[in-house]
C-alpha cells in the first residue's frame, strides 16, 4: 500500500492540511502579535483619555474626585484594559488554531474581522501616532495575507473537507 502524496503540504503538519493553511495560521498570530505591540504603543495615551474621562464624568456629577482617587480609578480601568485585551487576544489565538485544524467558522470569522479591521483602519481619523497608523497598517496587511491564502483552491478544498465528518482538535 502506497503512502497518500504529500506535495503541496507542510512538513510537520497534519496530513492534508495544505502549506497556505499553515502560513495562514503563522501569519494569523503574527498578526495578534503585532496587534499586542499596538495596543502597548496606544496605552500611554489611552491612560490620559481615562484619567479626563473618569474626571469629566466625576465633575460632570457634582462629585469632584480626589487626585488619589482619580489615580486609583484610572489604574484600574487601565488594568480592566490590559486583562481585555490578553483574553482578547487569547480568543484570536484559539480561532487561529481552530482555523488551522480546518474548521471553516474560524475562516469566515477571521475573514469577517479582518474586513471589519481595514474598513476600521480606512475611515479612522488621526490614531494615537503615527507609529501607531503604521503598526495597524502591518497588522491590517497580515491579516489580508491570512484571507488570500485561507481561500486558495487547497485551502477552500481544506475547509470543505471539514463540514463533511467530525475531526479531533488539533492543537
Same mark, same amino acid.
Given at each position: !500500500? ?28 503574527? *498578526? ?10 496606544a496605552y500611554p495615551a489611552?491612560?490620559? !483619555? ?69 474598513? *476600521? !483602519? ?39 473537507? *471539514? ?9
Amino acid at each position: !500500500m502506497a503512502a497518500p502524496d504529500q506535495s503541496g503540504r507542510s512538513g510537520g503538519g497534519k496530513p492534508g492540511r495544505p502549506v497556505d493553511v499553515t502560513k495562514a495560521f503563522a501569519l494569523w498570530l503574527a *498578526s495578534v502579535a503585532v496587534s499586542l505591540v499596538g495596543q502597548l504603543i496606544a496605552y500611554p495615551a489611552a491612560s490620559g !483619555m481615562v484619567r479626563e474621562a473618569v474626571q469629566r464624568g466625576a465633575e460632570s456629577s457634582g462629585s469632584p474626585i480626589a487626585p488619589a482617587e482619580l489615580e486609583t480609578i484610572t489604574r484600574i480601568g487601565l488594568a480592566l484594559g490590559v486583562v481585555f485585551i490578553v483574553l482578547l487576544a487569547a480568543v484570536w489565538v484559539l480561532v487561529g488554531f481552530k482555523m488551522r485544524a480546518g474548521r471553516n467558522w474560524a475562516r469566515i470569522l477571521i475573514t469577517v474581522v479582518t474586513v471589519l479591521g481595514v474598513i *476600521s !483602519m480606512l475611515t479612522a481619523a488621526n490614531g494615537f501616532s503615527s507609529l501607531a497608523a503604521i503598526v495597524s497598517l502591518v497588522q491590517n496587511l497580515l491579516a489580508i495575507a491570512v484571507v488570500v491564502y485561507m481561500y486558495r483552491s487547497e485551502s477552500s478544498a481544506y475547509f470543505s473537507k *471539514s463540514k463533511s465528518g467530525p475531526r479531533k482538535t488539533d492543537w
